[in-house]
């Protein structure tokens, strides 16, 4: 039973291009989602977190948005830089399950100078 | 550096030998998380730990692994009668308890292979 699923395994932009990373959840009691960056041989960075009350959180060049009515998220970087190329994972969780976070199997995201 | 820090960064054990791993949380934060990752997929959570009463624990976390954080600081992840497919990324991660402090931050974690 995959609740958070992000469909595309990897995703190649052009340097100063925007890069939209897309992820699908399936529990309704979902009410905290976060985005993870993760290089190889690392654990995952926090990169930005949107509540359920919220429908758009911005911090520099990330984005987040949330659309609640279609179970989505995404995640827009503007703009991309090489730096940036890594596997990127959303997360979510859910307050009455605890504070476990359930993950996307991600995206390998890769920016091209 | 106030991170979370992971002990050790990689480990190379026989099947049927027993392992055991440390979790440094940042110092102010009162949850500790396990979580295991596998290749091409997302972390998994495994357990965790509210000062140092374990809350709640995974249906992954078959009897063989134990998880202690006994004076609510550190943690300590033990597999016994290690399998190949145990082996994985193992990472921890720990956050505050106060609304507004619920993001969890992870260690580099360890690597696990079993021969």
């Known amino acids: 039973d995959q609740q958070v699923k992000q469909n595309s395994p990897s995703l190649s932009v052009q340097e100063g291009r925007i890069s939209i990373l897309n992820c699908d959840y399936t529990n309704s009691m979902f009410d905290y989602f976060l985005w993870y960056k993760k290089y190889p041989a690392e654990g995952p960075t926090f990169l930005i977190s949107?509540?359920?009350?919220?429908d758009k959180n911005e911090d520099g060049r990330f984005t987040v948005f949330l659309n609640k009515s279609a179970k989505h998220l995404s995640l827009h970087i503007v703009p991309s830089q090489p730096g940036d190329s890594a596997v990127y994972f959303c997360a979510a969780r859910a307050e009455t399950s605890g504070s476990r976070l359930t993950f996307g199997e991600g995206t390998q995201l890769t920016v091209n100078p | 550096d106030t991170g979370v820090s992971q002990d050790p960064r990689h480990k190379i054990t026989k099947r049927g030998q027993n392992v055991t791993f440390r979790c440094d949380p940042i110092?102010?934060?009162?949850?500790l998380y396990w979580y295991r990752q596998t290749l091409g997929q997302g972390p998994e959570f495994l357990t965790y730990f509210q000062n140092e009463a374990q809350l709640e624990k995974s249906r992954l976390l078959s009897d063989r692994f134990s998880a202690e954080r006994p004076k609510g600081s550190f943690s300590t992840l033990e597999i016994q009668r290690t399998e190949q497919g145990d082996s994985a990324m193992y990472l921890c991660?720990?956050?505050?308890?106060?609304?507004?402090?619920?993001?969890?931050?992870f260690g580099p974690g360890t690597r696990l292979l079993v021969l």
């Open positions: 949107i509540s359920s009350i919220k």
């Open positions: 110092s102010e934060h009162n949850r």
């Open positions: 991660a720990s956050s505050g308890l106060a609304l507004y402090q619920e993001t969890q931050y």
